[in-house]
Nanobody
Framework: QLQLVESGGGLVQPGGSLRLSCAAS????????IRWFRQAPGKEREGVSC????????NYADSVKGRFTISRNDAKNTVYLQMNSLKPEDTAIYYC??????????????WGQGTQVTVSS
């Protein structure tokens, strides 16, 4: 059973940066594609980014493209989301999830509990 724990969230001013981490235990992350989702109060959960099992394939929501970068370090069993040029509309709880592949039409296999990101002056 794979367990995922997010960390790195917090309060940051507009234009600032944060790096979120998704640390795995119970299994190795290299078997899974890893997705980042976010959900703001009163809004639908949206997909933010995904990285393939090999790390060679990535995708991003249009709203974060050019500002966020997803990466993985399988030796550390961790996936990262580097968030730059943060905007107030990026405020949300961010979740990582393990999936079969980035293109999966089914829901993720495992979810973390989330970490709060607040962008405010």
């Amino acid at each position: 059973q794979l367990q995922l724990v997010e960390s790195g969230g917090g309060l940051v001013q507009p234009g600032g940066s944060l790096r979120l981490s998704c640390a795995a235990s119970g299994a190795t992350l290299d078997y899974y594609a890893i997705r980042w989702f976010r959900q703001a109060p009163g809004k639908e959960r949206e997909g933010v980014s995904c990285i393939s099992r090999s790390g060679g394939g990535t995708n991003y929501a249009d709203s974060v493209k050019g500002r966020f970068t997803i990466s993985r370090n399988d030796a550390k069993n961790t996936v990262y989301l580097q968030m730059n040029s943060l905007k107030p509309e990026d405020t949300a709880i961010y979740y990582c999830a393990a999936d079969r592949r980035c293109g999966s039409s089914q829901g993720p296999l495992y979810w973390g509990q989330g970490t709060q990101v607040t962008v405010s002056s």
